[in-house]
């Protein structure tokens, strides 16, 4: 009896050496030929390890934390099937299973998003509370607190899921969630940049399988799921944080050292090595330990887990946080595995700059990027400096020789600098900006001009949860949660639903309208999403453009003077062709492009030409 006893103890304490398998599975049919399987627990590497099926391990990697194991194995011509990985420590032995599983149909040419999207950004802490149980959980430690500006106020994936079609009617195609990994920070972790597990969905969120059926519904409806993820930098709560597999799994310096945000090092042939050092290996804060992609097992564990949510949940793209922060050979080879594996992803990344030069490095196939040899192989970048010019130029009511709408054109004579324009998102805010109906105290004139400035230029329009119905927020006076506030009628109890036409304000009622009339006519229109464009050099604060292709032509005129003025149509002849006829797409009026038009001051007209 107590041999059987000590058997029994010996056993349970060896298997309990596992506590993590990362990735938990994979799949048959990949174009990577193996996969690197990371096994945690208490002195796992004091273990010889087998695997049965006639499985190949290529190779064993250790290192100076004996609680990690990396194994690689074979997986080419693989077919899906669970095998037993076997650790033998001397008499003792335990084992793991391990599963590939079957693709998707077609999973390597998904369709990701583009120039014929528009896509809704949300925060989910802050959109809709679907499930108050989860509100709080015991797994993690900040719990429920909607009082608190800063606060876990509970919206997660279940809310999505349910306003989904609110999101459909609005003419939206595809949906950018922040993150919604596991980020146990203390206080502040609402915003899911300090991820603590990234093969977890938080749990104040929902479940990974949560997860992948908001993928399933989304695209029950033809939209889209595109993850914001992270490879600059974990949360100090992440798990391996608290038991690095390597001392330079993170940058150390020793220890914390802040980045000096100058991003320029990266490309700057006179920067100094200590500064380009500080950039990309500081910590972007003291809370999020900057991860050091130049250390191949991190790298390989990055790009693993990345094409594993692409697998799992069926995700349409990415929005890669803080990319230009990330080791720049690095994040290349992390990109490129993932357009190796999936030709058609899209990967944008946030390039956080104020120079289009500076931006177009960071395009894959850059000409700029090439005179350093350097191909990040990112396909989309954000236009930051379209945003800078739309934060500033509809109060510019008189134009000057810099002033006015003449900063949004300029912004598109650089064009030319870019592999593809056309890959670029453009937004009038986001989720660390200023409120653009802040900034112009609702002056919904400005929003109109705003909304239909990206909606028709090229590139790909992203709008900010909330922007359709004139949500403010001041960050500069009341910090991030003020831009971050509660969507209305996401909780139960809200007195102001404005997820529903019955439950609108009339000026929440008069953005919504405009916005969703405007998104839902761009979905058909072929011209716009890739068709070429043509402008001109605004006059009296008005700026004309036109997207064209071979069987369309829209003309798109912004008075951002106070006043009514008359366009010389003569001066567009090289655009209106012999084309006779405009008709306004929000006003439904008709214009003959015989004579002279007239628009009025602070307006938009978008001209359908027959």
Not at 257 to 274: H, L, P
Not at 306 to 317: H, S, V
Not at 468 to 476: S, T
Request: overall charge negative.
């Amino acid at each position: 009896m107590k041999k059987l006893l000590l058997f029994l103890l010996i056993s349970i304490s060896s298997f309990a050496q596992i506590e993590k398998v990362e990735p938990p599975f994979w799949w048959s049919d990949m174009n990577l030929s193996s996969v690197q399987i990371m096994f945690y627990g208490k002195n796992i590497t004091q273990n010889e390890v087998s695997v049965n099926n006639g499985i190949i391990i290529k190779g064993i990697q250790k290192t100076e934390n004996p609680n990690y194991l990396f194994v690689t194995i074979d997986t080419k011509n693989l077919v899906s099937q669970d095998f037993v990985f076997t650790f033998k420590n001397g008499k003792n032995s335990f084992t793991q299973k391990y599963s590939l599983k079957n693709r998707k149909e077609n999973s390597k040419n998904r369709k990701s998003f583009d120039a014929s999207d528009v896509i809704y950004l949300i925060m989910p802490d802050r959109f809709a509370n679907g499930n108050p149980n989860n509100d709080s959980d015991k797994l993690v430690t900040e719990k429920g607190n909607r009082e608190l500006p800063g606060g876990r106020h509970g919206g997660d994936i279940d809310g999505i899921i349910k306003n989904l079609d609110y999101l459909k009617s609005l003419g939206i195609t595809a949906l950018w969630p922040t993150p919604l990994n596991e980020d146990n920070d203390e206080r502040y972790s609402y915003h899911g940049y300090g991820q603590s597990d990234i093969y977890k969905v938080d749990p104040r969120y929902g479940s990974n399988d949560d997860y992948a059926k908001l993928s399933a519904e989304l695209h029950q409806r033809g939209m889209k799921n595109i993850m914001d993820y992270v490879t600059n930098h974990w949360g100090w709560q992440h798990w391996m944080i608290k038991d690095l597999p390597t001392y330079d799994w993170i940058h150390q310096f020793p220890g914390f050292s802040q980045s000096n945000y100058r991003m320029t090092t990266q490309f700057d042939q006179n920067a100094s090595a200590i500064d380009a050092k500080n950039c990309m290996d500081g910590w972007f804060v003291k809370s999020m330990p900057d991860l050091n992609q130049s250390n191949p097992l991190v790298l390989n564990y990055l790009t693993q887990n990345a094409i594993w949510w692409i697998e799992f949940a069926d995700l349409d793209g990415f929005r890669v946080d803080t990319y230009s922060y990330n080791d720049k050979v690095g994040i290349s080879k992390w990109t490129k595995e993932i357009a190796d594996e999936y030709p058609n992803f899209n990967i944008v990344g946030e390039v956080w700059m104020h120079n289009q030069a500076q931006m177009a490095y960071w395009q894959k196939d850059s000409k700029i990027g090439a005179i350093q040899n350097y191909n990040s192989y990112l396909p989309s970048v954000m236009d930051f400096t379209l945003h800078d010019a739309i934060s500033q130029v509809f109060n510019e009511d008189k134009a000057s020789w810099d002033k006015g709408m003449v900063k949004v054109y300029e912004n598109f004579t650089n064009d030319f600098l870019y592999p593809n324009p056309n890959s670029i998102m453009t937004f009038i805010e986001n989720h660390d900006t200023q409120r653009f109906n802040e900034i112009y105290k609702n002056d919904f004139k400005k929003y109109q001009m705003a909304i239909t400035l990206i909606a028709t230029v090229r590139g790909i329009p992203q709008i900010y949860y909330g922007s359709e119905i004139g949500m403010k927020g001041n960050k500069d006076k009341f910090g991030d949660a003020d831009i971050r506030q509660d969507f209305p009628g996401g909780w139960n109890g809200d007195t102001n639903n404005a997820f529903t036409a019955s439950g609108r304000t009339e000026e929440q009622k008069k953005y919504h309208d405009f916005t969703a009339k405007l998104f839902n006519w761009r979905k058909s229109k072929e011209v716009i999403h890739s068709g070429k464009m043509m402008h001109y050099i605004p006059d009296n604060n008005v700026y004309t453009y036109f997207r064209f292709n071979d069987k369309q032509s829209v003309m798109v005129v912004l008075n951002n003077d106070t006043d009514k003025h008359k366009l010389k149509i003569d001066q567009f002849k090289e655009s209106i062709k012999n084309y006779n006829l405009g008709k306004d797409v929000l006003s439904e009026k008709s214009f003959d492009l015989k004579n002279d038009i007239e628009i009025e001051g602070k307006s938009v007209l978008i001209l359908e030409l027959k």
